[in-house]
């Protein structure tokens, strides 16, 4: 399988150029997170955007929407140190063009500048079990949530893909959804956080 992998480059002057041509923000704040880790947490409402103690490598990672262990390079410092950010933009906002202005953010803030190539890796599957689905389709309707810490995966109403996605964040390996199954899911999910044993509860 083949995958974008975003690659930290040396600092380039072409880093504040590309920066120039994206949308920014019209006020933002980026801080260093003390909470411990484990537990991080990415919002966004209408020309708002939330994102608590996340380090740099997963910053990148939602700003150009591919997962965590797609990116590497960089100082051993873009794991470990973690960040707050809040950005307000100037209007209303929403989706792609936060990620743009987010974009625009670490540029500026980090001098970041990045490469995209490909590379065939090895990933892991959500598959059917022979026995079927063990969870039944959400469709009582409501909102949609995502909490996750270190061992569990509390979801309300979520996609088999977003869990996949999800999982490939936690897990720091790819994870794709070959299920096929439709439709939005309310599980909570304990897993062991040294092995990738999973145990599943609903």
């Known amino acids: 399988m083949r995958v974008v992998c975003v690659i930290f480059c040396a600092v380039l002057s072409a880093a504040a150029q590309t920066a120039d041509i994206?949308?920014?923000?019209?006020a933002a704040?980026?801080?260093?997170s003390?909470?411990?880790?484990?537990?991080?947490?990415?919002?966004?409402?209408?020309g708002y955007l939330v994102i608590k103690n996340m380090?740099?490598?997963?910053?990148?990672?939602?700003?150009?929407?591919?997962?965590e262990d797609q990116?590497?390079?960089?100082?051993?410092?873009?794991?470990?140190?973690?960040?707050?950010?809040?950005?307000?933009?100037?209007?209303?906002a929403k989706g792609d063009a936060l990620l743009l202005m987010l974009q625009s953010l670490l540029a500026e803030r980090?001098?970041?500048?990045?490469?995209?190539?490909?590379?065939?890796?090895?990933?892991?599957?959500?598959v059917q079990d022979k026995g079927g689905?063990?969870?039944?389709?959400?469709?009582?309707?409501g909102g949609s949530g995502w909490n996750g810490t270190r061992g569990k995966i509390v979801a309300q109403r979520v996609s088999l893909e977003r869990l996949a996605?999800?999982?490939a964040r936690l897990l720091r390996t790819p994870v794709v959804d070959m299920t096929g199954a439709k439709g939005v899911y309310s599980f909570t999910l304990e897993y062991a956080p040294e092995s990738t044993g999973l145990a599943e509860s609903c």
């Open 34 to 46: 003390s909470a411990p880790d484990g537990g991080q947490d990415f919002d966004t409402t209408t």
């Open 133 to 141: 689905m063990k969870v039944q389709a959400d469709t009582a309707g």
């Open 71 to 92: 990116v590497s390079g960089g100082p051993k410092w873009v794991e470990e140190d973690r960040f707050n950010v809040e950005g307000r933009a100037a209007g209303p």
């Open 22 to 26: 994206r949308p920014s923000f019209d």
């Open 165 to 167: 996605t999800g999982l």
């Open 110 to 126: 980090f001098q970041l500048d990045l490469h995209r190539e490909q590379k065939p890796i090895p990933v892991y599957a959500l």
């Open 55 to 67: 380090n740099l490598k997963s910053l990148v990672g939602r700003a150009y929407s591919v997962r």
């Open 29 to 32: 704040v980026v801080k260093p």
